[in-house]
């Protein structure tokens, strides 16, 4: 049974009207099941969709919620059984949600608990735009002051950019103006450096970028992004430099620091050669430590004194303050084995 979270309205409208349906009615719904709003709908067109379409949302298995009581993990179970972890994370008066893309991640990245579950396989539209939804349900129910429709960061399990077809659909779903009306700057894509994904980026409506970058040597890459090997940084940066924004729209470059690897002064000077004129914000990310790991967080001391020498360079850099550590939430924990 096709299921209606993968479709846009023009889609939607297109199959309905196949079967007699007016268009008013497919817009009416479709805001309904996005915007909560009441709307007029025939009793007879209801079960047209009931007999036609799947109209469930992914199913919430568990939920976990961090010492801070606003950040919290859902883990959400697929049709097949499959599983993967979506994130609400508190930012002032609303709330970012961090969604999967895959079930688990094929880049092998040596820093993300993600990596070492290997991939399973990519998720469909539904099961992208679900994520959203049930989320959003969520806060509109247990945290109605931050009501206003959240952020996405495509940053839980799996590389976007290795699905891309998939995350195409389902971004055109956030910004349908009768659905979610979502704008292309609530949504930030983060990716690793898969450059094939990366090439075609225009097709995604001008959404944020945010690059793993964690190093500017590329015998460091090598080990914290296996990727790196073929699609080495010199290439990546290149390619974003040709990348059209809108205007002050920035790069954001996440930076993982980890204790004694990637925050010496040699760093700070291959950054400034090779980002010169790219307009960068740094997110500076202190290692968040997951069972097994290899690597240390760092001291706050090194982290601030990091993110000075960028910003004397003229570098804007924030440190990301960590959220839902204690429940393996945060940045590179998330995993469906753990």
Known sequence: ????????????????????????????????????????????????????????????????????????????????????????????????????????????????????????????????????????????????????????????????????????????????????????????????????????IEELNQVNIALSFHSPFNNQRDELIPLNKAYPIEEIVSTLKDIPRLKRQYLTFEYLIIKDMNHSEEHVQEIVKLLSGLPVIFNLIPFNEFPGAKYKRPLDKDVDNFKQRLVDHGFFASVRKTKGDDILAACGQLNTKS
């Open 1 to 200: 049974m096709q299921n209606f979270y993968d479709y846009s309205l023009t889609d939607f409208k297109s199959l309905t009207s196949l079967h007699g349906y007016k268009d008013v009615h497919a817009e009416n719904f479709y805001t309904s099941k996005y915007k909560g709003s009441e709307k007029h709908i025939p009793e007879n067109f209801i079960q047209y969709l009931k007999t036609n379409f799947n109209l469930a949302l992914p199913k919430i298995q568990k939920i976990q919620t961090a010492e801070d009581e606003l950040t919290v993990k859902f883990l959400v179970e697929l049709s097949d059984g499959n599983c993967v972890e979506t994130v609400l994370v508190p930012f002032n008066k609303k709330y970012t949600i961090c969604i999967s893309s895959q079930v688990g991640c094929a880049m092998k990245c040596s820093f993300c608990f993600t990596g070492t579950q290997g991939l399973k396989r990519n998720l469909e539209v539904h099961e992208i735009v679900g994520q959203y939804v049930l989320a959003y349900n969520y806060i509109k129910e247990n945290f109605p002051e931050k009501f206003a429709a959240p952020n996405i960061v495509f940053m839980g399990q799996g590389e976007p950019l290795h699905n891309f077809d998939n995350i195409k659909r389902a971004i055109s779903i956030f910004l349908e103006v009768r659905g979610l009306h979502l704008g292309p700057r609530q949504i930030t894509l983060s990716t690793a450096g898969y450059l094939p994904g990366l090439k075609k």
